[in-house]
């Protein structure tokens, strides 16, 4: 089981702040890397960058969380995302949770309901986390 918010909650102190900041550093890395692949498209990329923003941030995204149960934004800041059970993400439920969270950037409406659930539940679990049973928390030190 995750850490019980009442009892542990400093698992889960921060944690919205984070996730913002982690989100932000790993929009900036994908950018860099969408950026540094424009030459070997010969520019064309350029064309149809927000598409390779899609496609590059899907691929970062499931790597990482597979790799580590954190982004590489995430892990800078000592944050992870754990299963229900407590065990790290394994790669069906990293793509998943990337097709969870494309799914809510697509649809702005179902973004605005995962950050009020990230600032309101106990465990500060955005919509994807709570369809998932999957948990950001602040690392184990």
């Known amino acids: 089981m995750t850490p019980d918010p009442d009892t542990q909650p400093q698992f ?3 944690v919205p702040t984070k996730r913002l900041v982690a989100w ?3 929009m900036v890395l994908i950018v860099l890397i969408c950026l540094a ?3 070997v498209t010969a520019f064309i990329g350029i064309l149809f960058f927000p598409f390779l923003m899609l496609i590059v941030g899907f691929l ?3 790597a990482t969380l597979t790799g580590g ?3 590489w934004g995430m892990r ?3 944050l992870e995302i754990r299963q229900g059970d407590d065990r790290p993400l394994d790669g069906a439920t990293a793509f998943l949770h990337t097709l969870g969270y494309s799914v809510s950037l697509a649809l702005p409406v179902l ?3 995962s950050i009020v659930l990230m600032l309101t539940s106990a465990r500060r679990q955005g919509l994807t986390d709570m369809v998932l ?4 928390l602040n690392k184990r030190q």
């Open 24 to 26: 932000i550093l790993d």
């Open 111 to 113: 973004q605005l309901i």
């Open 60 to 62: 970062y995204r499931v």
């Open 12 to 14: 889960y102190t921060g």
């Open 69 to 71: 149960s954190a982004t």
């Open 37 to 39: 692949m424009l030459p």
């Open 76 to 78: 800078l800041l000592s």
């Open 133 to 136: 049973g999957t948990v950001a």
